[in-house]
């Protein structure tokens, strides 16, 4: 038997207990709080240090975006519903020459743990903010692209945030966007279908942990912004390897300013 092996089992055994947290967190534990921010911080406080093992397997095409996404010295860029920094830190090697990176959040106990991996990655020009994405204090046109990876979901007022985006984004600078949703019951052409089977087991299934689907997100993405790349996919969800859960990604820009 191979040195290595003993570690490997202990490493396999160490990930299914933090996927057994992160499981009871999504399924059992109750979500208790009387504003938004207390709801949130009930659901991902005691799973905060799991989060992003669990998620990778979850919360497809947060990369294709990233991928696509062009980084200039001088830029700006914020990144709302940042969660534990894992979209900025995955990209770090790009971010050099920006003036800031700002990692937005309401959930305290994810940005403690964002700002712990930006400390072990020495990233000097990003930082952390624990405030409502829908009541960000920024000056208007001041940012050249906004990220919503999974944050307009957890976002009661989500219209109201793709509203600041527009609001502090520079003209012609970038939004983009990678969530769940489902599809209208009669899309607009070119866009996929869902059944009703689907539309109703999706919405339910993650409303139980406060995720809140939307048929309106691309809608009103593409009312706000010039639209520069959208699909529709269907992804893998741990523990159910039979089913496939729907999300899209955005990329877009906010129209400049006329002459």
Not at 111 to 140: F, Q, W, Y
Request: charged share 20%; glycine share 6%.
């Amino acid at each position: 038997m191979s040195e290595s092996a003993p570690i490997n089992h202990a490493a396999s055994a160490k990930g299914r207990l933090s996927d057994l947290r992160v499981l009871w967190h999504l399924m059992l534990h109750p979500v208790k709080g009387r504003t938004h921010e207390d709801r949130l911080e009930s659901f991902y406080g005691g799973q905060a240090g799991d989060y992003d093992s669990f998620r990778e397997r979850l919360l497809h095409g947060r990369d294709d975006v990233l991928e696509h996404l062009q980084f200039s010295p001088g830029m700006s860029w914020v990144d709302m519903g940042a969660g534990t920094g894992r979209n900025v830190l995955q990209v770090a090697d790009r971010l050099t020459d920006l003036k800031q990176v700002l990692l937005v959040d309401l959930s305290q106990s994810m940005l403690n743990v964002a700002g712990e991996k930006l400390k072990e990655r020495r990233i000097e020009n990003a930082s952390c903010l624990h405030a409502d994405a829908t009541m960000l204090n920024l000056p208007a046109e001041s940012v050249d692209i906004v990220t919503f990876f999974y944050s307009l979901t957890m976002i009661p007022n989500w219209f109201a945030a793709i509203e600041l985006a527009h609001r502090i984004l520079k003209p012609g600078g970038t939004i983009a966007v990678a969530d769940f949703y489902v599809s209208r019951k009669y899309p607009d052409v070119g866009h996929r279908r869902h059944s009703s089977l689907a539309r109703l087991f999706w919405t339910n299934w993650f409303s139980a942990d406060g995720v809140y689907l939307s048929s309106d997100h691309p809608a009103m993405l593409e009312h706000y912004f010039q639209v520069g790349s959208f699909s529709e996919r269907f992804g893998k969800v741990p523990y159910m390897p039979l089913i496939r859960a729907p999300y899209y990604t955005f990329i877009g820009r906010k129209a400049e300013a006329a002459s």
